[in-house]
């Protein structure tokens, strides 16, 4: 059964830095697509980052490239988020994804997690 936990959100201020962790069971982050999107409120979900198993190409959404980025380690299973200068519009819920699909600037997972809270605010 394939299970996605998020953890390391919170309330962080403008400027700063959050490491978001993703720790998975029932596939292996080495053979899978796997991403991060996020919802801030009253807004459409969308999609932050997508590690493809495919191409082994990574993409970023333009508003958090140079920002954040993506690694995964196959040992642990776990996909990691660094989330360095946030500002106050990065303010969502983030979701850890994987599986799926990329393809032309879309990706559609197949597993989500809960999400956790990310807050940037002074």
């Known amino acids: 059964q394939v299970r996605l936990v998020e953890s390391g959100g919170g309330l962080v201020q403008p400027g700063g830095s959050l490491r978001l962790t993703c720790a998975t069971t029932?596939?292996?982050?080495?053979?899978?697509?796997v991403g991060w999107f996020r919802q801030a409120p009253g807004k459409e979900r969308e999609m932050v980052v997508c590690l493809s198993a495919s191409d082994r190409a990574t993409y970023y959404a333009d508003s958090v490239r140079g920002r954040f980025s993506i690694s995964k380690d196959g040992a642990k299973n776990t996909v990691t988020l660094q989330m360095n200068s946030l500002k106050p519009e990065d303010t969502a819920v983030y979701y850890c994804v994987a599986g799926g699909i990329y393809y032309s600037g879309i990706y559609h997972p197949d597993y989500w997690g809960q999400g956790t809270q990310v807050t940037v605010s002074s």
């Open positions: 029932g596939f292996s982050v080495d053979y899978y697509s």
